[in-house]
């Protein structure tokens, strides 16, 4: 596949975007960006005593390889900066020229579909209940060491995704044209498979 094209994977916490995101990108050769980081790594400045808009402004690529971004408590700073207009403002320009970088774009986040590229050549949703999620979620925290249980990990999920689903700006929400996948009883093989027949079929 030639030029620039840009696939949207939109969904909530722990639905499976990223797992998605980096095989689908591996199958067309094309370049992925977790917009989520962006939004814990500037999480992340704020819990170290950083105000919001001064964080996000101050963002540089290498912010995205900090330790710990994947903790319980960056994931909830991070969408408790993420309903900051200015903020949003903020990382707008670093995702749309990544949406245009020359042999395709996967970017996955919230608000990729809707709001930094409507024009996306292919649009995915991806969601599972929230049971399913906090329960994949939980496993890959206790894997990693990090001490919680099942019923924090589900709380946090709920919580986030209210926040997110709930905000004035840019809220989590299929784009009308995205196709929705819900991975609740589908292994990571069906999920991605299902979402490249739906990139293929999309794209023509
Ligand atoms: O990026 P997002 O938070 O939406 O989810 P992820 O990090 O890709 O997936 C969360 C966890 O669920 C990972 O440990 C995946 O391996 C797992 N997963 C799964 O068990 N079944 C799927 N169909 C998709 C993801
Ligand atoms: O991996 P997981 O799905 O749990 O979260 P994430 O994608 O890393 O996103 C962390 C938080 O950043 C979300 O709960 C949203 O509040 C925010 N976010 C956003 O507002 N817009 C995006 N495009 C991506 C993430």
Known sequence: VKGAFTIAIDGPAAAGKGTISRAVAAHFGAAHLDTGLLYRAVGAKVLLGMTPEAAARALVPG?????????????????????????????R????????RDGGA???????GTVICPDADAKLFVTASAEVRAQRRFAELRDSGVETSFEQVLADVKDRDARDMQRAEAPLKPASDA?????SEMSIDEAVAAAIAAVEAARG
Do not use: M, N
């Open 63 to 91: 912010d995205l390889d900090a330790p710990d971004l994947r903790s319980p408590e960056v994931a909830q700073s991070a969408s408790r900066v993420a309903v900051i207009p200015d903020v949003r403002a903020a990382l």
């Open 179 to 183: 196709v929705v996948i819900d991975t």
């Open 106 to 112: 996967v970017l996955d986040g919230r608000d990729i």
């Open 93 to 100: 320009e670093f995702q749309h020229e990544f949406a245009r």
